[in-house]
C-alpha cells in the first residue's frame, strides 16, 4: 500500500478523503437514456421513479439532441413520465430559470450535446443554483451529457465541440469523470482513428481525476454518500498512470 | 439559383467570394496519417515529397497522439521522410519556435489531440507566425488534427476535450470545416451515442461554415486559390440547411 503525498497528487486523489461525495447528494447518472432495441427511458423508468421519489420533475433540455427545440426534447420525458402518473415540466418554460431549480422537487438533465448544455448552463447562470439545488437533498437524474456534467469536468465527452463553452468545468457532484456510452475496442476495426480507451489514457496524460466508463444500460446511483454501479454491465475505471481495469462496483475507487 | 444576400448568412458563404482561397496557399490536408495495413505516412509519402518540394520539413509535434514526447512523435516523420533524403526538424528542438516557423522551407503538422494541439499553437503564440508563413507561400502539411486546424474553427474535430483552449478558432486556411477519418454510419450498430453525420448536423444548428467529411486516405490539396479532392475515396459534404452529398470534387463549394 502507497500512502498518500503532497507530491503524488495520483495518489491524494484516489485516497478515501479525495473520494468522498456528499451524503446529502442522490444522484442517479445513467450512461444513456435509451438502449438498443427499447423505447426512450423505457429500460430505466422504473427504477428512476423509485430513486426520484418525486410526482414532478424538472428537465432540463439544453443539450438538444440533433438539434431538436426546447419543446421537441422536453415532449419525450413528458410522455415516459407521464405514462406513470408523473408531471415533467421543461425548464424552458419558466421566465426565471433559478428559481425554477429552486423550487425543484427532483431535477432530470437529459442528453444531447455537452458543450452545449454546459454553455447553456453558464449563461443562464445555473451552475451554483443546481449545486445548491443538490447539495440540499434534491434528487437529480442525468442520462449521456446530463451525465457528464455530474463529473469534475467535461474533458471526458465524447461529444463535437460545436460552440464554445466558457469553461471546461462541471457540476462536479461526483469525485471523478464520466465517459458515457462507454465502448470497447473493435478488435476488426480497420479504422485507424483513436478508440475510446486511448483517448481516455491520453486524457490522463493532462489530468488526474479517475474517469469511469459506464456501458449503455448502466448507471451509478449515489446516496448517502456511497456511488454504487447499477445495471447488467461492468464498468472500466482508468486511473492516471495505471492500466484500466473492469469492475462490478466503484469500491476500487477508494482504494490507495 | 438563389442570390446571395446579406440576410442569408448561407447563402452568402456558399458564394465564391467568400470561399476564395488566398491563392499563394500550398497545402496538404489529409485525413490520416497512417491507413489500415500500411506504415506511418506509407501511403502518401511520395505525393507528399512531390507536393511540398522541400528537402527539409519542420515537423510540428504538439498533438503528441497517445501522449506520446515531442521527441518520440518527431522520430516518425524523421523516419518516414529520412528515408526518401528528406530532413525534418521537430519545432521543440528549436529554443525560439516563432523563429523555427519564419524560416521554415515546409512545415507539417502531425495528428493526435487537436484541443492540445491547438492550445499548445495558441500559448506559444504560432498562430499568426503559421498564417504568415502560409500566407508567404510556405508549403503546409497536415494530417488529422493537423488538418483540422485548418479550417475555420475545431468545432467539427472528433478529439476528446482533453485541454481547454482560449479559443476553438483555428487556422482558417480553408473556407470551410475538416471532419478527418470520416465514418459512415453503421447501420448493424446497436450503440445509441450519435453517428459522426448526426455531431456535424448538430454543428449546423449553430455554425454555417460547410464541412467536409474527409476518408482515411483521402486529401485535399490547395494550389493557385483552388481545391481539389485526391485519393480513392468520395467525400462528404454537408452544408447548413442541406441534405449531406457525396463528391468526386469540391466544387459544389462554390456553387450558389
Redesign the interface.
Known sequence: MTTATENNPLILLQNSEQMKINPKYRLLVAS?S????SGYLEYIIDDAIKFLKADEILFVPYA????ATYDEYTESPKKAFGQKGIKVSGLHEFSEPKKAVQNAKAIFIGG??T??LLKTLYELELIDELKTAVSNGIPYMGTSAGSNICGID???????????PP??EALGFLPFNINP?Y?DPDPNS?????TRE??????????SQPVVGLR?GSRIEVEQGSAALKGPLTARIFRQGMEAVEVNDLGILKEQ
Open positions: 444513456t435509451t438502449v438498443f432495441g438538444r439532441p440533433s438539434g444531447g450535446n458543450f452545449l467535461i474533458g471526458t465527452t465524447n461529444d463535437m465541440p460545436i460552440v464554445y469553461s471546461f456510452h465502448l480497420k479504422h485507424k482513428g483513436e486511448t483517448r481516455i489514457y491520453e486524457f490522463h496524460k493532462f489530468n449503455e
